[in-house]
DNA sequence: GATCATAGTCGTCTCCCTGACGATAAACAG
DNA sequence: CTGTTTATCGTCAGGGAGACGACTATGATC
Protein backbone atom coordinates (compact mmCIF):
# COMPACT_ATOMS: atom_id res chain seq x y z
CA UNK A 1 0.00 0.00 0.00
CA UNK A 2 2.17 2.95 -0.80
CA UNK A 3 2.08 5.99 0.72
CA UNK A 4 4.49 8.06 -0.86
CA UNK A 5 7.30 6.43 -2.68
CA UNK A 6 10.15 9.56 -2.42
CA UNK A 7 10.03 8.95 0.91
CA UNK A 8 11.95 5.68 1.08
CA UNK A 9 15.36 4.77 -0.10
CA UNK A 10 16.20 3.52 -4.07
CA UNK A 11 16.74 -0.01 -4.66
CA UNK A 12 18.90 -0.92 -7.76
CA UNK A 13 16.84 -3.22 -9.36
CA UNK A 14 18.95 -5.98 -11.80
CA UNK A 15 18.14 -8.84 -13.77
CA UNK A 16 19.87 -12.64 -13.46
CA UNK A 17 19.99 -14.99 -15.97
CA UNK A 18 20.06 -18.76 -15.31
CA UNK A 19 20.45 -20.21 -18.83
CA UNK A 20 20.40 -23.84 -19.49
CA UNK A 21 21.42 -25.64 -22.56
CA UNK A 22 22.44 -29.29 -22.65
CA UNK A 23 25.79 -29.90 -24.60
CA UNK A 24 27.54 -33.37 -24.89
CA UNK A 25 25.10 -34.87 -22.13
CA UNK A 26 25.29 -32.40 -19.76
CA UNK A 27 23.22 -30.02 -18.12
CA UNK A 28 25.54 -26.76 -18.95
CA UNK A 29 24.87 -23.07 -17.53
CA UNK A 30 25.94 -19.66 -19.02
CA UNK A 31 28.28 -18.05 -17.25
CA UNK A 32 30.67 -14.54 -17.74
CA UNK A 33 33.95 -13.60 -15.60
CA UNK A 34 33.39 -10.98 -14.04
CA UNK A 35 35.72 -8.20 -14.97
CA UNK A 36 36.01 -5.65 -11.82
CA UNK A 37 35.32 -5.84 -8.32
CA UNK A 38 33.67 -7.85 -6.29
CA UNK A 39 34.31 -11.07 -6.99
CA UNK A 40 36.92 -9.81 -9.73
CA UNK A 41 37.80 -13.05 -12.00
CA UNK A 42 35.19 -15.36 -10.65
CA UNK A 43 32.73 -16.64 -12.57
CA UNK A 44 28.82 -15.03 -12.68
CA UNK A 45 25.69 -15.47 -13.97
CA UNK A 46 25.16 -12.77 -16.63
CA UNK A 47 22.62 -10.04 -15.95
CA UNK A 48 22.55 -6.03 -15.99
CA UNK A 49 20.53 -3.19 -14.98
CA UNK A 50 16.60 -3.04 -15.49
CA UNK A 51 16.15 -0.04 -17.16
CA UNK A 52 14.04 2.80 -16.61
CA UNK A 53 11.43 2.15 -18.99
CA UNK A 54 11.59 -1.22 -19.48
CA UNK A 55 9.50 -3.99 -18.17
CA UNK A 56 11.28 -6.90 -16.32
CA UNK A 57 10.93 -9.86 -18.92
CA UNK A 58 11.85 -7.39 -21.79
CA UNK A 59 15.01 -6.50 -19.64
CA UNK A 60 15.72 -10.08 -19.32
CA UNK A 61 15.46 -10.76 -23.03
CA UNK A 62 17.36 -7.84 -24.17
CA UNK A 63 20.57 -9.04 -21.75
CA UNK A 64 19.65 -12.31 -22.98
CA UNK A 65 20.20 -11.57 -26.66
CA UNK A 66 23.52 -9.31 -25.50
CA UNK A 67 24.90 -12.29 -24.05
CA UNK A 68 24.42 -14.79 -26.57
CA UNK A 69 22.54 -13.59 -29.17
CA UNK A 70 19.43 -15.51 -28.44
CA UNK A 71 15.97 -14.21 -29.65
CA UNK A 72 12.94 -15.60 -27.36
CA UNK A 73 10.10 -16.23 -28.82
CA UNK A 74 7.19 -16.96 -26.34
CA UNK A 75 4.21 -18.89 -28.00
CA UNK A 76 5.05 -22.02 -29.72
CA UNK A 77 8.12 -20.45 -31.01
CA UNK A 78 11.12 -22.76 -31.67
CA UNK A 79 14.14 -20.79 -29.97
CA UNK A 80 14.87 -20.02 -26.61
CA UNK A 81 12.27 -20.22 -23.52
CA UNK A 82 12.40 -17.85 -20.84
CA UNK A 83 10.50 -17.44 -17.91
CA UNK A 84 10.27 -15.25 -14.49
CA UNK A 85 12.29 -17.86 -11.70
CA UNK A 86 12.44 -15.45 -8.63
CA UNK A 87 13.68 -12.87 -6.75
CA UNK A 88 16.70 -12.43 -4.44
CA UNK A 89 16.98 -9.33 -1.88
CA UNK A 90 18.91 -9.84 1.11
CA UNK A 91 20.45 -6.79 2.32
CA UNK A 92 24.38 -7.25 1.57
CA UNK A 93 23.87 -9.61 -1.17
CA UNK A 94 25.84 -6.96 -3.43
CA UNK A 95 28.29 -5.25 -1.11
CA UNK A 96 28.28 -1.97 -2.74
CA UNK A 97 23.92 -1.28 -1.79
CA UNK A 98 21.11 -2.40 -2.13
CA UNK A 99 20.56 -4.64 -5.12
CA UNK A 100 17.37 -6.52 -5.77
CA UNK A 101 17.82 -9.03 -8.91
CA UNK A 102 14.61 -10.58 -10.48
CA UNK A 103 16.84 -13.72 -11.57
CA UNK A 104 14.71 -15.30 -15.08
CA UNK A 105 15.40 -18.88 -16.23
CA UNK A 106 15.80 -19.66 -20.56
CA UNK A 107 16.50 -22.72 -21.73
CA UNK A 108 18.16 -23.20 -24.94
CA UNK A 109 18.95 -25.41 -27.66
CA UNK A 110 22.33 -25.74 -27.80
CA UNK A 111 24.04 -23.33 -30.17
CA UNK A 112 26.11 -23.93 -32.71
CA UNK A 113 29.17 -21.43 -31.49
CA UNK A 114 29.58 -21.77 -28.14
CA UNK A 115 28.99 -17.74 -27.30
CA UNK A 116 28.92 -15.16 -29.62
CA UNK A 117 28.79 -12.17 -27.34
CA UNK A 118 27.80 -8.83 -27.87
CA UNK A 119 31.03 -7.38 -25.72
CA UNK A 120 34.23 -8.99 -24.96
CA UNK A 121 32.93 -9.76 -21.89
CA UNK A 122 34.43 -13.60 -21.38
CA UNK A 123 31.48 -16.33 -21.45
CA UNK A 124 31.12 -19.84 -21.67
CA UNK A 125 28.60 -22.92 -21.11
CA UNK A 126 29.97 -24.92 -17.86
CA UNK A 127 28.53 -28.20 -16.36
CA UNK A 128 25.89 -26.90 -13.54
CA UNK A 129 27.67 -29.75 -11.81
CA UNK A 130 31.02 -28.49 -11.87
CA UNK A 131 29.25 -24.88 -11.16
CA UNK A 132 27.44 -25.97 -7.71
CA UNK A 133 30.46 -28.54 -7.07
CA UNK A 134 31.18 -27.49 -3.32
CA UNK A 135 34.72 -25.05 -2.97
CA UNK A 136 37.59 -27.24 -3.13
CA UNK A 137 36.40 -29.72 -5.92
CA UNK A 138 38.74 -29.96 -8.82
CA UNK A 139 38.94 -27.74 -11.08
CA UNK A 140 41.52 -28.61 -13.38
CA UNK A 141 40.58 -25.60 -15.93
CA UNK A 142 40.30 -23.30 -13.37
CA UNK A 143 36.80 -22.93 -14.20
CA UNK A 144 35.23 -23.54 -11.32
CA UNK A 145 35.64 -21.75 -8.39
CA UNK A 146 32.03 -21.12 -6.74
CA UNK A 147 30.19 -18.69 -8.49
CA UNK A 148 30.08 -14.87 -7.12
CA UNK A 149 27.22 -13.21 -5.10
CA UNK A 150 24.62 -15.35 -4.32
CA UNK A 151 24.72 -16.99 -7.83
CA UNK A 152 25.03 -20.62 -6.60
CA UNK A 153 21.66 -20.52 -5.19
CA UNK A 154 20.05 -19.09 -8.07
CA UNK A 155 21.52 -21.52 -10.57
CA UNK A 156 20.54 -24.05 -8.10
CA UNK A 157 16.92 -22.63 -7.98
CA UNK A 158 16.58 -22.53 -11.87
CA UNK A 159 18.18 -26.27 -11.94
CA UNK A 160 15.58 -27.39 -9.92
CA UNK A 161 13.00 -25.70 -11.61
CA UNK A 162 13.94 -26.66 -14.82
CA UNK A 163 13.98 -30.46 -13.28
CA UNK A 164 10.74 -30.21 -12.04
CA UNK A 165 9.38 -28.40 -14.86
CA UNK A 166 10.18 -31.13 -17.62
CA UNK A 167 8.24 -33.01 -15.67
CA UNK A 168 4.50 -31.90 -16.42
CA UNK A 169 5.51 -30.03 -19.30
CA UNK A 170 6.68 -29.82 -22.78
CA UNK A 171 9.33 -28.02 -22.15
CA UNK A 172 12.34 -30.19 -22.78
CA UNK A 173 11.53 -29.56 -26.32
CA UNK A 174 13.05 -26.41 -25.62
CA UNK A 175 16.66 -27.66 -25.48
CA UNK A 176 16.09 -29.34 -28.74
CA UNK A 177 16.73 -27.88 -32.01
CA UNK A 178 13.16 -27.16 -34.07
CA UNK A 179 13.39 -31.18 -35.58
CA UNK A 180 14.47 -33.57 -33.29
CA UNK A 181 14.24 -37.26 -32.91
CA UNK A 182 12.75 -39.27 -29.86
CA UNK A 183 15.89 -40.44 -28.45
CA UNK A 184 17.22 -36.55 -28.63
CA UNK A 185 14.34 -35.61 -26.22
CA UNK A 186 15.06 -38.67 -24.36
CA UNK A 187 19.09 -37.46 -24.18
CA UNK A 188 17.82 -34.11 -22.89
CA UNK A 189 15.68 -35.45 -19.84
CA UNK A 190 18.65 -37.83 -18.91
CA UNK A 191 20.99 -34.89 -18.83
CA UNK A 192 18.69 -33.03 -17.05
CA UNK A 193 17.73 -35.72 -14.52
CA UNK A 194 21.23 -37.27 -14.39
CA UNK A 195 19.19 -40.38 -14.44
CA UNK A 196 18.99 -43.20 -17.33
CA UNK A 197 15.47 -43.85 -18.81
CA UNK A 198 14.33 -47.19 -20.52
CA UNK A 199 14.37 -46.16 -24.19
CA UNK A 200 11.08 -47.88 -24.99
CA UNK A 201 9.10 -47.09 -22.18
CA UNK A 202 10.19 -43.04 -22.82
CA UNK A 203 9.18 -43.70 -26.61
CA UNK A 204 6.12 -45.03 -26.12
CA UNK A 205 5.47 -42.03 -23.45
CA UNK A 206 6.08 -39.11 -25.49
CA UNK A 207 4.99 -40.26 -28.70
CA UNK A 208 1.72 -41.81 -26.72
CA UNK A 209 0.85 -38.35 -25.15
CA UNK A 210 -1.40 -36.78 -27.89
CA UNK A 211 0.17 -32.77 -29.18
CA UNK A 212 3.30 -33.61 -27.73
CA UNK A 213 5.18 -34.57 -30.64
CA UNK A 214 4.25 -33.93 -34.32
CA UNK A 215 6.22 -36.27 -36.78
CA UNK A 216 7.57 -34.08 -39.47
CA UNK A 217 7.64 -37.37 -42.04
CA UNK A 218 11.63 -36.90 -41.92
CA UNK A 219 14.17 -39.38 -40.88
CA UNK A 220 17.69 -39.03 -39.34
CA UNK A 221 20.40 -41.14 -38.96
CA UNK A 222 22.71 -38.33 -37.03
CA UNK A 223 23.12 -40.19 -33.65
CA UNK A 224 23.85 -43.62 -35.65
CA UNK A 225 22.18 -46.75 -35.81
CA UNK A 226 18.43 -47.13 -37.48
CA UNK A 227 16.74 -43.86 -38.88
CA UNK A 228 14.91 -42.52 -36.80
CA UNK A 229 11.64 -39.99 -37.15
CA UNK A 230 12.19 -36.52 -37.37
CA UNK A 231 9.16 -34.86 -35.11
CA UNK A 232 8.55 -31.22 -33.86
CA UNK A 233 7.14 -29.84 -30.37
CA UNK A 234 3.24 -29.87 -30.83
CA UNK A 235 1.10 -27.84 -29.50
CA UNK A 236 0.53 -29.11 -25.97
CA UNK A 237 2.37 -27.46 -23.28
CA UNK A 238 0.76 -29.79 -20.22
CA UNK A 239 1.80 -33.08 -20.08
CA UNK A 240 -0.66 -34.88 -18.10
CA UNK A 241 -0.45 -37.35 -17.00
CA UNK A 242 3.22 -36.07 -16.26
CA UNK A 243 6.38 -38.07 -17.13
CA UNK A 244 7.75 -39.51 -14.07
CA UNK A 245 11.86 -39.03 -12.65
CA UNK A 246 12.61 -41.79 -11.17
CA UNK A 247 13.40 -42.57 -7.80
CA UNK A 248 17.22 -41.70 -6.67
CA UNK B 1 26.35 -7.57 -14.18
CA UNK B 2 26.44 -4.69 -12.30
CA UNK B 3 28.59 -1.63 -13.39
CA UNK B 4 27.93 1.49 -11.20
CA UNK B 5 24.68 1.54 -9.20
CA UNK B 6 24.28 4.90 -8.15
CA UNK B 7 24.55 5.35 -12.64
CA UNK B 8 21.17 3.88 -12.55
CA UNK B 9 17.44 5.74 -11.53
CA UNK B 10 16.11 4.66 -8.35
CA UNK B 11 13.47 1.87 -8.23
CA UNK B 12 11.06 1.63 -4.97
CA UNK B 13 10.34 -2.14 -3.90
CA UNK B 14 6.90 -3.20 -2.55
CA UNK B 15 5.95 -6.49 -1.09
CA UNK B 16 2.19 -7.28 -1.96
CA UNK B 17 0.54 -10.21 -0.43
CA UNK B 18 -1.72 -12.50 -1.68
CA UNK B 19 -3.55 -14.19 1.83
CA UNK B 20 -5.50 -17.04 0.55
CA UNK B 21 -7.91 -18.71 3.13
CA UNK B 22 -11.05 -20.80 2.76
CA UNK B 23 -14.23 -19.71 4.41
CA UNK B 24 -17.50 -20.95 4.27
CA UNK B 25 -16.47 -23.19 1.33
CA UNK B 26 -15.01 -20.69 -0.66
CA UNK B 27 -11.64 -19.67 -1.08
CA UNK B 28 -11.13 -16.19 0.13
CA UNK B 29 -8.42 -13.77 -0.26
CA UNK B 30 -7.59 -10.38 1.68
CA UNK B 31 -8.35 -7.17 0.47
CA UNK B 32 -8.13 -3.82 2.01
CA UNK B 33 -9.65 -0.87 0.54
CA UNK B 34 -7.04 2.21 -0.37
CA UNK B 35 -7.57 5.33 1.58
CA UNK B 36 -5.77 7.31 -1.07
CA UNK B 37 -5.06 7.83 -4.53
CA UNK B 38 -4.95 6.74 -6.98
CA UNK B 39 -7.22 4.54 -6.76
CA UNK B 40 -8.86 5.40 -3.75
CA UNK B 41 -11.80 3.78 -2.43
CA UNK B 42 -10.79 0.63 -4.67
CA UNK B 43 -9.75 -2.52 -3.20
CA UNK B 44 -6.15 -3.68 -3.57
CA UNK B 45 -3.66 -6.59 -2.39
CA UNK B 46 -1.95 -5.87 1.40
CA UNK B 47 1.38 -4.47 0.80
CA UNK B 48 3.85 -2.26 1.71
CA UNK B 49 7.55 -1.14 1.31
CA UNK B 50 10.13 -3.28 1.51
CA UNK B 51 13.06 -1.20 4.71
CA UNK B 52 16.55 -0.66 3.67
CA UNK B 53 18.12 -3.21 5.77
CA UNK B 54 15.09 -5.80 5.42
CA UNK B 55 15.18 -8.70 3.34
CA UNK B 56 11.95 -9.50 1.12
CA UNK B 57 10.62 -12.61 2.75
CA UNK B 58 11.13 -10.49 6.34
CA UNK B 59 9.46 -7.54 5.13
CA UNK B 60 6.55 -9.45 3.61
CA UNK B 61 6.00 -11.40 7.22
CA UNK B 62 6.37 -8.53 8.68
CA UNK B 63 3.04 -6.97 6.53
CA UNK B 64 1.60 -10.20 6.77
CA UNK B 65 1.65 -9.45 11.03
CA UNK B 66 0.79 -5.68 10.82
CA UNK B 67 -2.18 -6.82 8.65
CA UNK B 68 -3.77 -9.77 10.47
CA UNK B 69 -1.63 -10.52 12.78
CA UNK B 70 -1.09 -13.94 11.53
CA UNK B 71 2.58 -15.17 12.23
CA UNK B 72 4.67 -17.45 9.84
CA UNK B 73 6.40 -20.52 10.88
CA UNK B 74 8.15 -22.10 8.27
CA UNK B 75 9.27 -25.36 9.16
CA UNK B 76 6.23 -28.03 9.74
CA UNK B 77 4.45 -25.28 12.15
CA UNK B 78 0.86 -24.98 11.85
CA UNK B 79 0.08 -21.21 11.14
CA UNK B 80 0.62 -19.20 8.31
CA UNK B 81 2.60 -20.30 5.01
CA UNK B 82 4.69 -18.05 3.13
CA UNK B 83 6.35 -18.11 -0.02
CA UNK B 84 7.37 -16.09 -2.59
CA UNK B 85 4.91 -15.66 -5.52
CA UNK B 86 6.47 -13.60 -8.50
CA UNK B 87 7.49 -10.02 -9.18
CA UNK B 88 6.06 -7.64 -11.00
CA UNK B 89 7.81 -4.41 -12.63
CA UNK B 90 5.59 -3.23 -15.77
CA UNK B 91 6.76 0.54 -16.01
CA UNK B 92 3.32 2.30 -15.35
CA UNK B 93 1.72 -0.54 -12.68
CA UNK B 94 1.78 2.66 -10.32
CA UNK B 95 1.22 6.08 -11.92
CA UNK B 96 3.00 8.00 -9.72
CA UNK B 97 7.00 6.04 -10.14
CA UNK B 98 8.22 3.18 -10.81
CA UNK B 99 7.28 -0.06 -8.51
CA UNK B 100 8.89 -3.09 -8.30
CA UNK B 101 6.65 -5.32 -6.25
CA UNK B 102 7.59 -8.68 -4.90
CA UNK B 103 4.36 -10.34 -4.85
CA UNK B 104 4.24 -13.09 -1.81
CA UNK B 105 1.61 -15.97 -1.41
CA UNK B 106 0.01 -17.02 1.96
CA UNK B 107 -2.09 -19.87 2.64
CA UNK B 108 -3.61 -19.21 6.34
CA UNK B 109 -6.53 -21.22 8.24
CA UNK B 110 -9.60 -19.25 8.69
CA UNK B 111 -9.14 -16.59 11.19
CA UNK B 112 -11.67 -16.49 14.32
CA UNK B 113 -11.95 -12.74 14.04
CA UNK B 114 -12.30 -11.56 10.47
CA UNK B 115 -9.25 -9.43 9.88
CA UNK B 116 -8.03 -7.56 13.04
CA UNK B 117 -5.56 -5.59 11.75
CA UNK B 118 -2.95 -3.45 12.91
CA UNK B 119 -3.53 -0.04 11.62
CA UNK B 120 -7.33 1.41 10.68
CA UNK B 121 -7.04 0.62 6.87
CA UNK B 122 -10.72 -1.49 6.28
CA UNK B 123 -9.43 -4.93 5.71
CA UNK B 124 -11.76 -7.77 4.59
CA UNK B 125 -11.71 -11.60 3.19
CA UNK B 126 -13.67 -11.54 0.04
CA UNK B 127 -14.15 -14.79 -2.32
CA UNK B 128 -12.06 -14.69 -5.15
CA UNK B 129 -14.37 -15.56 -7.26
CA UNK B 130 -15.84 -12.25 -6.91
CA UNK B 131 -12.71 -10.17 -6.49
CA UNK B 132 -11.62 -11.68 -10.48
CA UNK B 133 -15.25 -11.24 -11.70
CA UNK B 134 -14.77 -8.80 -14.80
CA UNK B 135 -15.76 -5.41 -14.33
CA UNK B 136 -20.24 -5.55 -14.39
CA UNK B 137 -20.22 -8.06 -12.50
CA UNK B 138 -22.75 -8.10 -9.95
CA UNK B 139 -22.02 -6.69 -6.75
CA UNK B 140 -24.81 -5.80 -4.18
CA UNK B 141 -22.79 -5.09 -1.41
CA UNK B 142 -20.49 -2.78 -3.28
CA UNK B 143 -17.43 -5.26 -2.65
CA UNK B 144 -16.55 -6.31 -6.10
CA UNK B 145 -14.97 -3.25 -8.12
CA UNK B 146 -12.19 -4.35 -9.86
CA UNK B 147 -9.03 -4.30 -7.92
CA UNK B 148 -6.46 -1.82 -7.70
CA UNK B 149 -3.60 -1.46 -10.02
CA UNK B 150 -2.14 -5.25 -11.44
CA UNK B 151 -3.56 -6.66 -8.43
CA UNK B 152 -6.00 -9.05 -10.24
CA UNK B 153 -3.08 -10.31 -12.27
CA UNK B 154 -1.05 -10.84 -8.97
CA UNK B 155 -4.31 -12.58 -7.20
CA UNK B 156 -4.88 -14.86 -10.03
CA UNK B 157 -1.22 -15.80 -10.19
CA UNK B 158 -1.66 -16.38 -6.43
CA UNK B 159 -4.59 -18.42 -6.47
CA UNK B 160 -3.13 -20.42 -9.59
CA UNK B 161 -0.10 -21.10 -7.94
CA UNK B 162 -2.16 -22.65 -4.68
CA UNK B 163 -4.62 -24.90 -6.98
CA UNK B 164 -1.49 -26.39 -9.10
CA UNK B 165 0.45 -26.69 -5.55
CA UNK B 166 -1.99 -28.96 -3.36
CA UNK B 167 -2.05 -31.14 -5.81
CA UNK B 168 1.60 -32.54 -5.31
CA UNK B 169 2.60 -31.18 -1.94
CA UNK B 170 0.89 -30.72 1.69
CA UNK B 171 0.32 -27.22 1.70
CA UNK B 172 -3.43 -27.75 1.76
CA UNK B 173 -3.48 -28.65 5.56
CA UNK B 174 -2.09 -24.80 5.98
CA UNK B 175 -5.63 -24.03 5.25
CA UNK B 176 -6.92 -25.91 8.12
CA UNK B 177 -6.44 -25.72 11.80
CA UNK B 178 -3.60 -27.45 13.52
CA UNK B 179 -6.15 -30.49 14.02
CA UNK B 180 -8.44 -31.75 11.36
CA UNK B 181 -10.41 -34.22 9.66
CA UNK B 182 -10.37 -35.94 6.61
CA UNK B 183 -13.57 -34.35 5.70
CA UNK B 184 -12.75 -30.51 6.18
CA UNK B 185 -9.53 -31.53 4.36
CA UNK B 186 -11.43 -32.41 1.71
CA UNK B 187 -13.84 -29.57 1.74
CA UNK B 188 -10.43 -27.14 1.46
CA UNK B 189 -9.92 -29.16 -1.86
CA UNK B 190 -12.88 -28.69 -3.05
CA UNK B 191 -13.15 -25.15 -2.21
CA UNK B 192 -9.66 -24.48 -3.52
CA UNK B 193 -10.26 -26.49 -6.86
CA UNK B 194 -14.04 -25.22 -7.43
CA UNK B 195 -14.85 -29.11 -7.75
CA UNK B 196 -17.05 -32.15 -5.85
CA UNK B 197 -14.35 -35.21 -4.74
CA UNK B 198 -15.31 -38.69 -4.05
CA UNK B 199 -15.21 -38.62 -0.15
CA UNK B 200 -14.10 -42.17 0.22
CA UNK B 201 -11.43 -41.85 -2.92
CA UNK B 202 -10.34 -39.17 -1.04
CA UNK B 203 -10.15 -40.49 2.84
CA UNK B 204 -8.20 -43.70 1.05
CA UNK B 205 -5.58 -41.21 -0.69
CA UNK B 206 -5.04 -39.24 1.87
CA UNK B 207 -4.76 -41.44 4.83
CA UNK B 208 -3.18 -44.08 2.72
CA UNK B 209 0.13 -41.23 1.54
CA UNK B 210 2.96 -41.89 4.11
CA UNK B 211 3.93 -38.90 6.47
CA UNK B 212 0.95 -37.14 5.26
CA UNK B 213 -1.45 -36.88 8.33
CA UNK B 214 -1.09 -38.18 11.76
CA UNK B 215 -3.87 -39.09 13.99
CA UNK B 216 -4.00 -37.35 17.07
CA UNK B 217 -6.23 -40.06 18.57
CA UNK B 218 -9.04 -37.90 19.38
CA UNK B 219 -12.54 -37.24 17.48
CA UNK B 220 -14.95 -34.71 16.68
CA UNK B 221 -18.67 -34.15 15.07
CA UNK B 222 -18.20 -30.73 14.51
CA UNK B 223 -19.27 -31.34 11.15
CA UNK B 224 -22.29 -33.54 11.97
CA UNK B 225 -22.64 -36.64 11.18
CA UNK B 226 -20.86 -39.71 12.45
CA UNK B 227 -17.65 -38.46 14.67
CA UNK B 228 -14.83 -38.55 12.69
CA UNK B 229 -10.82 -38.98 13.39
CA UNK B 230 -8.62 -35.88 14.17
CA UNK B 231 -5.42 -35.23 12.13
CA UNK B 232 -2.27 -33.56 12.53
CA UNK B 233 -0.21 -32.29 9.27
CA UNK B 234 2.41 -35.28 9.36
CA UNK B 235 6.69 -34.47 8.21
CA UNK B 236 5.84 -35.10 4.24
CA UNK B 237 5.80 -31.97 2.21
CA UNK B 238 5.66 -33.82 -1.11
CA UNK B 239 2.51 -35.77 -2.33
CA UNK B 240 4.33 -38.67 -4.76
CA UNK B 241 2.16 -39.50 -6.54
CA UNK B 242 0.03 -36.30 -6.57
CA UNK B 243 -3.72 -35.65 -5.64
CA UNK B 244 -5.09 -35.49 -9.38
CA UNK B 245 -7.57 -32.75 -10.38
CA UNK B 246 -10.41 -33.86 -11.73
CA UNK B 247 -11.47 -32.43 -15.20
CA UNK B 248 -12.99 -29.76 -15.68
C1' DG C 1 -37.47 -44.67 21.29
C1' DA C 2 -37.92 -45.24 16.20
C1' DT C 3 -36.77 -43.00 12.15
C1' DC C 4 -34.17 -40.02 9.27
C1' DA C 5 -30.50 -37.23 7.67
C1' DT C 6 -25.65 -36.54 7.78
C1' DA C 7 -20.84 -37.78 7.70
C1' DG C 8 -17.31 -41.01 8.06
C1' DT C 9 -15.03 -45.40 6.87
C1' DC C 10 -14.13 -49.83 4.60
C1' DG C 11 -14.36 -52.74 0.31
C1' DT C 12 -14.64 -54.11 -4.46
C1' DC C 13 -14.08 -53.93 -9.37
C1' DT C 14 -12.27 -52.24 -13.56
C1' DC C 15 -9.29 -49.52 -16.31
C1' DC C 16 -5.13 -47.28 -17.39
C1' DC C 17 -0.47 -46.28 -16.76
C1' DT C 18 4.00 -47.62 -15.60
C1' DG C 19 8.19 -50.37 -15.07
C1' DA C 20 10.65 -54.39 -16.64
C1' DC C 21 12.14 -56.53 -20.43
C1' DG C 22 11.98 -59.64 -24.89
C1' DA C 23 12.14 -59.17 -29.85
C1' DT C 24 12.67 -57.14 -34.31
C1' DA C 25 14.31 -53.49 -37.67
C1' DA C 26 17.54 -50.65 -40.09
C1' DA C 27 21.53 -48.32 -40.44
C1' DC C 28 27.12 -48.40 -40.21
C1' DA C 29 31.94 -50.35 -39.22
C1' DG C 30 35.02 -53.90 -39.62
C1' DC D 1 28.81 -61.21 -43.41
C1' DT D 2 28.95 -60.18 -38.57
C1' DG D 3 28.83 -57.35 -34.82
C1' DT D 4 27.34 -52.86 -32.89
C1' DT D 5 24.29 -49.22 -32.35
C1' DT D 6 19.96 -47.07 -32.14
C1' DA D 7 14.95 -47.18 -33.03
C1' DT D 8 10.54 -49.23 -32.49
C1' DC D 9 6.90 -52.64 -31.33
C1' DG D 10 4.94 -56.00 -27.99
C1' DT D 11 3.89 -58.41 -23.71
C1' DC D 12 3.05 -58.91 -18.92
C1' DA D 13 2.47 -57.93 -13.99
C1' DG D 14 1.50 -54.47 -10.37
C1' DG D 15 -0.20 -50.03 -8.52
C1' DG D 16 -3.23 -46.33 -8.32
C1' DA D 17 -7.50 -43.95 -9.46
C1' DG D 18 -12.45 -43.54 -10.61
C1' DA D 19 -16.98 -45.42 -9.76
C1' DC D 20 -19.79 -46.89 -6.46
C1' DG D 21 -21.94 -50.37 -2.84
C1' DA D 22 -22.25 -51.14 2.05
C1' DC D 23 -21.99 -50.27 6.76
C1' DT D 24 -21.32 -47.25 11.04
C1' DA D 25 -22.06 -43.74 14.40
C1' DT D 26 -23.68 -39.51 15.63
C1' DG D 27 -27.61 -35.70 16.19
C1' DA D 28 -32.30 -34.14 14.83
C1' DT D 29 -37.19 -34.99 14.39
C1' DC D 30 -41.45 -37.17 15.06
Given at each position: ?89 DPGRDPRMR ?149 V
Amino acid sequence: MPYDPSAYPPFAVTVDLVVLTVRRHALCALAVRRGEAPFQGQWALPGGFVRPEEDLGAAAARELAEETGLRVQEPGGHRAHLEQLATYGDPGRDPRMRVVSVAHLVLAPDLPAPVSGGDAKTARWAPVDRLLAPAGADREDGSSSPLAFDHARILGDGVERARSKIEYSSLATAFCPSEFTVGELRRVYEAVWGVALDPRNFHRKVTGTPGFLVPTGGTTTRQGGRPAQLFRAGGATLLNPPMLRPEV
